[in-house]
Structure formats: structure tokens, C-alpha cells
């Protein structure tokens, strides 16, 4: 990560290896909020109908069998609509990512730094506006209805602490003391006590924003990849029909002991497993980038394809985005794999027939400042947000404010607030009472799905 802020770097280290159970958060920054969810107890699980190594959170009571009976419950009933977060971490450029690269402003605030029309990607709906080279995936995307586009989003007195601004993202208001996320509190009061795959962070540990009180959500870094290799087996023409026997086996109930029951319920699960990855395809048929990002995508695709009851998931995009210094070369490498990424998951859910169901919101802690600093930007406020999807209703959520007017300390001026972004996805996606959930916000909630 290109990254000139040590505190970031330094505190993220910390929130990765401290923020778990019960241990608290050591201060960084003066003030500094603790993670929604630190302290959430934590137990292990193995989903073994869905090849996943789990971390389960907040549900303390519950035993293993009780999470895998959870789980095939409520795949049992209908399929509900999930949403995708993906977090761009460290504050993105928006200005570079979205380029009003005609406007003689932006020209002398970037003299190094900045984007040439002949550079950039023609934007849809926008002649102010063009797409960076790199976000070429969304640019298809756009094009094709399928992104809403909030090019200057923040909140009221935008705090430019990576931890605190994020925090504010993380819990949905702007409360240093919230304990709980925005989704987190959603699936508290619409989710069920014992199915953990409905909040699923595709990380090392649990997203804040999936922080609950009283239902269990979890963590797995990335599912497992099963394989079912056997010592000295390796044809096939023998492992296959091995394989089949004991499944046999496995199904065969009769008056075992209870160690020979457990023996048996294992090969039968190993089966079932065997069973659902050999009938669901790796990608609907699309191709996607080799990257760490794009697999976990992917993997979320086949996760729905073979009926887990998936709600909200959390991913963490590639890269780095906080550019304070060589930002041309950083800022293209992490939003290109990012870009293209979502637009391989994107096409790759529309293959499988779920684009119907699921929804992806792109975001970052904050913008960057409009003035270069040498070879980077110095932490802005009003960033870019993208809400993506087969259902969206493509367009902008809030104008884009220019750069004729900053705000009090030289800021992009934020023409929307995130929170009212929260209260559509809610309201319009998800079918929740968004009152019970963002407080604190007056503010018009923008169309978001059609």
C-alpha cells in the first residue's frame, strides 16, 4: 500500500491483531474510536455443507450444530436480497477516479497529478466528468444502467482521521461511542439467532459494520478449497469410485456407538460437499482477474449459486487508497483490479441468474484534497461512493459540486451524506424501517432502485 500516513498504517495493524475478543483497542490518535463490535465473543466453526472455515461472533450459547441447522433453515425459505460492501481503504481520490479534467481548476490544483481528457474515458450522463483509465469495469458498468454514482459524499463536519471517519461509515452515524454497525444493527432486527452466514465479512476478522447485539454473524478469509485427496490414491479411475463407496458408507445409519456415528456423519458431509461443488460451476462463465479481490467475489457468486442464505457481506477492495505520495501509479493499480473485479462478479452473477438479488456498494472513508501535495493528496472530504447492480437506477445521487467553491479548509463541498445512502439501501433493497437503524439524519433519500 502506498502510504505516507504511519498512524494509518500503524493503528490498522493494531485493529487487525488487537480488536478481538474482549482485548480492547489501544489509543492511536487522540479520541480515536474503539471498533463497533471489539470485544464480540468468538468461536471456530466448519460449514462443512459449504466448505467454509468460519469465526463465529455474538453467539455464545449456540453449539456448532445449532449454526449448520440456522443456516439450512433459512436456505430453506426464500431468497432474499444481499447486499455487498466493499470498502476502499484509505480514502480515494475521487477526484482522479471521477476527473473533471476541463475545468481549468482542476488543472491548477493538479499540475502533476491530474488527468488530461485525452487520458480519461467519456462518462455517461456527465459532460463534466470523465472516468479514470483504470475504472474502465465501472465505466461498462454506467454505461449499461447498472451504477449510481455519488461523486462528492461525506457527511456534516467531516473528520479527516482515517479511524474516526471510518468509523462514522462503519456504525452509521457520527458517534464515537457507537458499539454497533450499520448492518449489524439491520440483521439484529431482521436477521435470525443462529444463521452466521447471514453477516459474512470475507476477512481476516470481523467487519464493524457487521457488529450485532443479539444475533450471530461471522469472519472466514476466504472459503476453503476443499479437495478429497486420499495417500498413494491419485487416478482417478480408482479415487472416484473410492470416493462414491464411501459415501455409501457414509449414509448407511444402523446401530452404531457414537464415535462410529460421528465416523459416518463425517464421510456423509464430506459426500454432500463433493456433491454440491461438482454441480456448481467455479464462474457462471465469466473470467475473472487472478487477484486475492476478485476470488472472494467469485467465491460469493458460487456461495449464492449453491443457496446459502447470504444477506449483507463485506469485502475489502484492492489496493491501497491512501495516496499521499506516487498516487498516479498507486491509484491505477488498485482501482483497475478493483473495477475489474466487480465488473467479472457482476457479469458472473448475471450468468447465473442472482444479479436480481444482489446489490454492491462501493466505498472509501473519505476523498482526498483537491491540491496535489508533490506526488499525492493529503486527506480530502466529499469522495466518490458507487452503488452497483442489475436493479440500480443508474445515474448520480447528488451533482457533482465543482471546484470553484471549496469548503472552510479547501475541500471538495459534499453534495450528499451517507447516511441517507444507508437509508435507501435499506429501505428500497433490503425492506427495513431505516429509522430503527440510522438515526440522527433529515436529509432526502436519493432513488436507488428501480
Known amino acids: 500500500m502506498s502510504c505516507g500516513c504511519s498512524g494509518f498504517t500503524r493503528s490498522e495493524m493494531i485493529r487487525r491483531g488487537v480488536a478481538t475478543a474482549g482485548r480492547g483497542l489501544p489509543a492511536i490518535e487522540p479520541g480515536m474510536p474503539t471498533p463497533a463490535g471489539t470485544g464480540m465473543s468468538r468461536r471456530s466453526l466448519m460449514l462443512r455443507g459449504a466448505g467454509l472455515a468460519l469465526a463465529v461472533y455474538g453467539a455464545d450459547r449456540l453449539v456448532p450444530q445449532a449454526f449448520e441447522e440456522g443456516i439450512a433453515e433459512a ?4 431468497a432474499g436480497a444481499v447486499l455487498v460492501s466493499i470498502f476502499m481503504s484509505g480514502g480515494a481520490d475521487g477526484l482522479n477516479i471521477l476527473a473533471p479534467t476541463e ?23 456527465s459532460d463534466y466528468l470523465r472516468w479514470h483509465p483504470a475504472a474502465a469495469g465501472l465505466k461498462s458498468l454506467h454505461d ?24 462514522f461509515w462503519e456504525v452509521g452515524q457520527l458517534s464515537t461511542s457507537a ?15 443462529n444463521n452466521p452466514i447471514q453477516g459474512l465479512s470475507l476477512d481476516y476478522s470481523l467487519s464493524p459494520s457487521l457488529a450485532t447485539t443479539s444475533v450471530a454473524v461471522a469472519a472466514a478469509s476466504s472459503p476453503t478449497s476443499y479437495t478429497f485427496d486420499s495417500p498413494g490414491v491419485w487416478d482417478s479411475r480408482v479415487k472416484t469410485p473410492m470416493l462414491a463407496s464411501l459415501a455409501t458408507l457414509g449414509a448407511a445409519v444402523g446401530g452404531e456407538d457414537v464415535i462410529t456415528a460421528q465416523a459416518r456423519q463425517a464421510q456423509e458431509n464430506a459426500a454432500n460437499l463433493r456433491t ?69 462478479f457482476q457479469a458472473d452473477l448475471e450468468a447465473r441468474g442472482l444479479a436480481g438479488r444482489v446489490l454492491i456498494h462501493l466505498w472509501s472513508e473519505f476523498g482526498r484534497r483537491p491540491k496535489q501535495n508533490d506526488t499525492g493528496t493529503d486527506h480530502g472530504a466529499g469522495g466518490a461512493s458507487f452503488v452497483i447492480g442489475s436493479r440500480v437506477n443508474g445515474g448520480f445521487i447528488g451533482e457533482h459540486p465543482g471546484l470553484s467553491t471549496l469548503d472552510d479548509e479547501d475541500n471538495l463541498r459534499a453534495t450528499s451524506d451517507f447516511r441517507d ?6 429501505e428500497q433493497w433490503l425492506d427495513a424501517d431505516s429509522s430503527a437503524i440510522i438515526p440522527g439524519t433529515a436529509g432526502s433519500v436519493p432513488v436507488l432502485v428501480r
Do not use: C
Open 144 to 167: 449499461a444502467g447498472k451504477v449510481a454514482i455519488a461523486p462528492a459524499i461525506a457527511y456534516d463536519h467531516p473528520n479527516q482521521s482515517h479511524f474516526t471517519s471510518r468509523h
Open 103 to 125: 475545468d481549468a481548476a482542476y488543472q491548477s490544483l493538479r499540475p502533476t497529478i491530474g488527468l488530461t481528457t485525452a487520458e480519461t474515458l467519456a462518462m455517461s450522463g
Open 75 to 78: 436456505a430453506s425459505g426464500p
Open 179 to 193: 458499539a454497533t454497525g450499520w448492518l449489524g444493527r439491520y440483521l439484529d432486527l431482521y436477521g435470525t439467532a
Open 421 to 426: 445512502l444507508y437509508r435507501a439501501l435499506l
Open 276 to 344: 454440491q461443488l461438482a454441480q456448481t460451476p467455479t464462474s457462471g462463465g465469466a473470467s475473472y482477474p487472478g487477484t486475492a479481490f476478485a476470488k472472494r467475489l467469485q467465491s460469493i457468486a458460487r456461495m449464492l449459486g449453491v443457496g446459502l442464505p447470504l444477506r449483507a457481506v463485506t469485502v475489502n477492495a484492492s489496493g491501497g487508497y491512501d495516496t499521499h505520495d506516487n498516487e498516479a501509479s498507486a491509484l491505477e493499480s488498485g482501482l483497475k483490479a478493483t473495477s475489474d473485479g466487480i465488473a467479472a
